[in-house]
């Protein structure tokens, strides 16, 4: 009020306000700035919470005299909602309330409900659409389309920004009597329903408001959908219509089921939920332990808070987005309030005093690294600890609120909090509102929803002291596997001490980089340190390590080093350098390089975009692993070896045929079934050594693609192929030659298939190879089962999911969530119905359009995450 009044906000570097228009643009940061004094508006019902009566009734009257709502600026629809109209309306129910009590706001006459409803009037044009879903933005003054408006031409919209609308619009509807808000974020919030993907249950990002079509199919907690998910159970909380809670246990379940991988959270894709769509999380997430509490899922809101927590410890603040091992990845932070809104809520449902310390911890890193001389400075990177010259309206909406809440005895707030739910702003709404004005028809859709087991659906809005006994130990049983998660020097004093008697002549029981998951020896060595193998149903692979599993203290310890050298093996793998896409080309009769297979990479041997390609028959390596030296080496001798996958790393098999005097070698997965159509495309990575003897091409094919080799092989006997970073024009001396035919018409015709089936597999390759690199968009390198490979994850296809992002749980004493092992998974058979014999060939045109879909989600994926 000293510096910014009547500006929207405080620039607390310069003391000052910042005037929307007077300040250089900050993109759509400012689209929450209307020239209506937000700040003041966005934080009057956290002077109640305060205690600060007076002060509220001198706000109230300023914003009654000086706020205009009838601005020529054109603002977010979902900002203004939250923080204007929210603020206008807790503002309102918090006013009524004191009148109530006698002493303030008797000369209250309900002016901020008349303001609100008036800026509603002003946000209902955004709704004007097909879809119902609201445009983005809206001049204040001119509304949608009008040409001084300067908007309406936005076609997209995010989930979160249709979907939270509906506790202030419904709220407005049932103080003032008018149904028509409510009406319209109904509509939103149905349409959003209809539209989520059916098979997994989850929504995208981003949403065309005219065709309902996803244009980001990505999927999490965070950013861009958060809040939707907070209203769903939220509108049941205030306004008592069930259908609200169906909807949102059902996302629930597919959240739990999808997007939780405790303590993480990790955006998945909608129509793949089994596959990463990032390998990061943003800041906004935070908000999620909060909403599970209220849920009445105790524990994992726990796991994720203690996670976040532990990053908070070391970078003292919650940067924007960090990574799955918990580096930063957007090192800003506004001061953003969610961790804190998760503290307070825990706190309320466990009595555990560890949250008591973990606001403490908030409240002395905001002295000490935020507070500047005119207010609170937005850290602009949480390493250095350089400001920035903002301080957003919800840091005084909400951080205050929630961190006096969480010290505040009952007597310390003058009303009864529990009367009130919280809007995603923090402003409190009535929840008597539920009984009042309910004229919105509700229509019976329960059979639209599915059975779910859960008994977690009994506990919704929890009576704590029945679910959760005031027994701190709860709490620090879950948090203590997680203690150290964050901080990956947390053994170092152990193996210090360990690596100072492996000098001194004891060797360590098993080394990461020497780890074979299938080696009996080494699953028992585990075992013994205490770390389990657990093979889930998506076919990834988790270690787990309990130290109290482990037979001595000793092999606690080992257990301890192993899995930080897992970490760093994973650490090291994922800085390697990123290969696209190569290609496996059949040349030899009849196929004339008509047959192009897609290929995963190595990051050893010989470079094929750097060299010439390499031509030769193929032969089979016995043993057809390559694991041990070749008892065939005549039959591969100034050949391409076909090995298979499994029981040993990729560079001893390179190694063994390159002795054996192989020009390349093809190694072919041993899952049966998998086809690169389905499964994110592998990159063979080394074994940790020195890998540069290794001078031959070595090339990755799946199962699928590896048959069709094999089958020629069976079939014609001689069978050359040419190994290149992209299939090569094909031979027409060789296609035209005359050749004897002695085979049947129908192996001919069998030839023909084998060509056109593999049309699908190296489609991209073929057809536009700038495009292929786009859809090889390595999300996760990490060591594989015995083999060590990494993946290369495209962005999407329009395929049943096959999962090939690994996570490793460490849940012991100090453990990493980095640290992956990588196993293929099972592929559906029936999901590549293009790579086999006898089945039906999908038309090239429907391929191009799945392929071109893919890419431009991929596109907008990647240029929004720049």
Known sequence: MEHAYPADELMPLTCRGRVRGQEPSRGDVDDALGKFSLTLIDSLDTLVVLNKTKEFEDAVRKVLRDVNLDNDVVVSVFETNIRVLGGLLGGHSLAIMLKEKGEYMQWYNDELLQMAKQLGYKLLPAFNTTSGLPYPRINLKFGIRKPEARTGTETDTCTACAGTLILEFAALSRFTGATIFEEYARKALDFLWEKRQRSSNLVGVTINIHTGDWVRKDSGVGAGIDSYYEYLLKAYVLLGDDSFLER?????????????????????????????????????????????????????????????????????????????????????????????????????????????????????????????????????????????????????????????????????????????IFTTEAHLLPLWLSTTNQRISKKNTTSEYTELDDSNFDWTCPNTQILFPNDPLYAQSIREPLKNVVDKSCPRGIIRVREESFRSGAKPPLRARDFMATNPEHLEILKKMGVSLIHLKDGRVQLVQHAIQAASSIDAEDGLRFMQEMIELSSQQQKEQQLPPRAVQIVSHPFFGRVVLTAGPAQFGLDLSKHKETRGFVASSKPYNGCSELTNPEAVMGKIALIQRGQCMFAEKARNIQNAGAIGGIVIDDNEGSSSDTAPLFQMAGDGKDTDDITIPMLFLFSKEGSIILDAIREYEEVEVLLSDKAKDRDPEMENEEQPSSESDSQNQSAEQIASSSQEVDLVDQESPEESSLNSHPESLSPADTDDAASISPSEQNSNPTENHETTSLDGECTDLDNQLQEQSETEEDSNPNVSWGKKVQPIDSILADWNEDIEAFEMMEKDEL
């Open 248 to 420: 949102f246990n059902t996302h629930y379940d597919a959240i739990m089921r999808y997007i939780s991988q405790p303590p993480l959270l990790l955006d998945v894709h909608i129509h793949k939920p089994m596959l990463n769509a990032r390998t990061w999380m943003d800041a906004l997430l935070a908000f999620f332990p909060g909403l599970q509490v209220l849920k009445g899922d105790i524990r994992p809101a726990i796991e994720t808070h203690e996670m976040l927590y532990q990053v908070i410890k070391k970078h003292n603040f919650l940067p924007e987005a960090f990574t799955t091992d918990f580096r930063v990845h957007w090192a800003q932070h506004p001061l953003r309030p969610e961790f804190a809104e998760s503290t307070y809520f825990l706190y309320k449902a466990t009595g555990d005093p560890y949250y008591l310390e973990v606001g403490k911890t908030l409240i002395e890193n905001l002295n000490k690294y935020a507070r500047v001389p005119c207010g609170f400075a937005a850290m602009k990177d949480v390493r250095t600890g350089s400001h920035e010259d903002r301080m957003d309206s919800f840091f005084l909406a909400e951080m205050f609120k929630y961190l006096y809440l969480l010290f505040a005895d009952k007597e310390d707030v003058i009303f009864d909090i529990e009367d009130y």
